[in-house]
């Protein structure tokens, strides 16, 4: 099964991306704009991202949502 029509069948949010240029700078560009997102995201959550246990207990409640 495609991931896309997975999430839309358990009605989970997700995102794609169209990238029209494919070369080391945008994929820099990604790479830094996602590590900023989860920084930021982290700390709006008070889960510190660039801890261990926060990041496993995350996986493991994202399994859950996911498989469940």
Same mark, same amino acid.
């Given at each position: 099964? &495609? ?35 989860? /920084? ?11 801890? &261990?246990?926060?990041?496993?207990? /995350? ?5 859950? /949502?996911?498989?469940?």
């Amino acid at each position: 099964m &495609q991931l896309k029509r997975f999430l839309t069948k358990k009605k989970l949010p997700f995102r794609s991306f169209e990238l029209k240029t494919r070369n080391e700078e945008v994929l820099g560009e990604l790479f830094c704009f996602f590590m900023l997102e989860t /920084i930021l995201l982290g700390r709006a959550l008070k889960v510190n991202p660039f801890d &261990q246990p926060s990041v496993e207990l /995350i996986k493991k409640e994202t399994k859950k /949502i996911l498989f469940n």
